[in-house]
């Protein structure tokens, strides 16, 4: 199964990019996602191609209309009917690995939209947007780069876009522990068994997998409590 994605932007240009390279690269290459663009100004009117106005209400900066981005959107849908369309917003709900897994799974593919200036009309988010979504709390020039990031964390969880299916069940957020926390991920090391007067911890190279096993659990537990305790129960 093929995962259409299609990103929705001012600035197709800066598609594929890292989408491009590397682990993306190979899982477009095996069919597992399609990614493309739809130029939002191509639906613009007037010899200008203006896509945005100034806000009603007064204020800063301009905001993209409603019938541009929703003709952009509806093209997109046609070639993809049953997308969900997820506007990337700062005041979307918090992207994360579980919502990754669920666009994942979600066999009609996605519409990513991508705003820039103020951010876009209202109406056109009630009329053509199933969900919005934000990848941090912070706040980004347009919607591209974040488009990317979730592209990039849905892809890794289709099933075979990584060589080894395991990889994905060992990464920070996939750990849980047997009371249904999840962990961050525990240390990595490999070759030399020395460096710089740090030596790779001993059960590691004991070939014991009971008790690496133990000591990795251990190891991503301390890391969760002291790097982000949110994630621990009772927190
Ligand atoms: C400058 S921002 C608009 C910010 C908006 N005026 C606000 O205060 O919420 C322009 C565009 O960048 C994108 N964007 C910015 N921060 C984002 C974030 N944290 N997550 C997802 N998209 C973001 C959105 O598509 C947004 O329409």
Redesign the pocket.
Known sequence: MTLPITVVTLFPDMFPGPLGVSIMKRAEEKGLFALSTVQIRDFAFGKHKTVDDTPYGGGA?MV?RPDVVAAAIRHAKKGSPNAKVV??????TS?NQEKARQLASHEGGLIL????????DDRVLQAEVDEE???????????????M?VVDAVVRNIPESLGNANTLHEESFDIQTEAGEVLLEYPHFTRPVEWEGQTVPEVLTSGHHANIQKWRMDKAYQKTKKNRPDLLKGS
């Open positions: 900066g993209m506007y990337m917003s700062p005041s979307g992207f939209l991508c705003g820039h200036y103020e951010g876009i979504i934000s990848i941090g709390d912070y706040v980004l020039s347009g919607g591209e780069l974040a488009a990031v």
